[in-house]
């Protein structure tokens, strides 16, 4: 049974902007602290950004997006969000969202419980 369900990956030019959506018809998602992966050809899964259980009052991002990429959840619509901006073709990936049963933030994969099955982001240059 799938946990989680990203959306709104694709294809998009350099400089360009996609919002990927994760989703879950079977848990609340407010009541997980939620996070980004990517992981690209060859190369290990690493964080993206976080945000906190609840209100989400606390995000993480990593270095390499931060000022391009903006993590949020909206709770009414269970659904948590990355908004990527700025594109760039090392961001081409596939992204992953993932939830953990705790409030914190955690840049570490296995520390999340749930996953979806991902989603392509292709930029091109």
């Known amino acids: 049974q799938q946990q989680l369900v990203e959306s709104g990956g694709g294809l998009v030019q350099a400089g360009g902007s996609l919002r990927l959506s994760c989703a879950s018809s079977?848990?609340?998602?407010?009541?997980?602290?939620m996070a980004w992966f990517r992981q690209a050809p060859g190369k290990e899964r690493e964080v993206v950004a976080g945000?906190?259980?609840?209100?989400?009052?606390?995000?993480y991002y990593a270095d390499s997006v931060k000022g391009r990429f903006t993590i949020s959840r909206d709770n009414a619509k269970n659904t948590v969000y990355l908004q990527m901006n700025s594109l760039k073709p090392e961001d081409t990936a596939v992204y992953y969202c993932?939830?953990?049963?705790?409030?914190?933030?955690?840049?570490?994969?296995?520390?999340?419980?749930?996953w979806g099955q991902g989603t392509q982001v292709t930029v091109s240059s």
């Open positions: 993932a939830a953990r049963e705790t409030y914190s933030i955690s840049s570490v994969y296995t520390e999340y419980d749930y």
């Open positions: 945000i906190s259980r609840d209100d989400g009052d606390n995000t």
């Open positions: 079977g848990r609340t998602l407010s009541s997980y602290g």
